[in-house]
């Protein structure tokens, strides 16, 4: 299994454009999720999925769309950058286990920077 | 809201016992988490703890669950310089896959 992964994993932008970071995971996971990665500060939760066709927003979701046609696809578009938008960025999946537990697996992460 | 709550960084000398602390708000909590990163990479799950418990043992890592003053703790044993990483807990509580809570890491670095 190659686990999660993410691409690309290095990317500049000029403010306005916009892009797409994909992420894919190989192990049917349910649930998947897109969170930022800020100095400072922990990882913050941007939209979700719990499973095919159903997204739902997290915590900081403005100025980001997410889609989820295949159990095994979430990208995450972002519609116009902007400079308070470059972080790092890391996609999980996750299986719901016994008694509410959601182990979550990582990518490698996608470094955006906006300028 | 909810809060979690970590020291920035770390610093041990090899083979010593490193230990991190974190702190959370939500009395909620079901599980809580420990993860590791390494430079350039993804978190990767290092063990976790339900809310019940108050200690779990796996090879070198206790953690330490004080549910009353909503303390969590990471001992490493035997400290190595692989085990430099930042060191991020993560409270879930109920209600749903998207309710975690991350903080915001301890940089544990490894002196030989």
């Known amino acids: 299994n190659a686990g999660v992964t993410q691409t690309p994993k290095f990317q500049v932008l000029k403010t306005g454009q916009s892009m797409t970071l994909q992420c894919a995971q190989d192990?049917?996971?349910?649930?998947m999720s897109w969170y930022r990665q800020d100095p400072g500060m922990g990882l913050r939760l941007i939209h979700y999925?719990?499973?095919?066709?159903?997204?739902d927003q997290g915590e900081v979701p403005n100025g980001y769309n997410v889609s989820r046609s295949t159990t095994e696809d979430f990208p995450l578009r972002l519609l116009s950058a902007a400079p308070s938008q470059t972080s790092v960025y890391f996609c999980?999946?996750?299986?719901?286990?016994?008694?509410?537990?959601?182990?979550?697996?990582f990518g490698p992460g996608t470094r955006l920077t906006v300028t | 809201g909810e809060d979690v709550e970590q020291s920035l960084f770390l610093s041990v000398r090899e083979g010593d016992s490193s230990v991190i602390n974190c702190t959370y708000t939500?009395?909620?909590?079901?599980?809580l988490y420990w993860y590791k990163q390494e430079p350039g990479a993804g978190l990767q799950l290092l063990t976790y703890?339900?809310?019940?418990?108050d200690m779990k043992q796996d090879q070198r890592l206790t953690v330490l669950l004080n549910k009353k003053d909503k303390h969590l703790s990471l001992r490493i044993a035997d400290t190595q310089t692989g085990d430099s990483a930042i060191y991020f807990c993560?409270?879930?509580?109920?209600?749903?896959?998207?309710?975690?809570?991350f903080g915001t890491g301890t940089k544990l670095q490894v002196i030989p």
């Open positions: 999980a999946s996750s299986y719901s286990s016994r008694g509410g537990n959601y182990e979550q697996y």
């Open positions: 703890i339900f809310s019940n418990m």
């Open positions: 192990m049917n996971h349910e649930y």
């Open positions: 993560a409270e879930r509580r109920s209600g749903g896959y998207q309710k975690v809570t």
């Open positions: 999925s719990v499973g095919a066709g159903i997204t």
């Open positions: 939500d009395s909620s909590s079901t599980y």
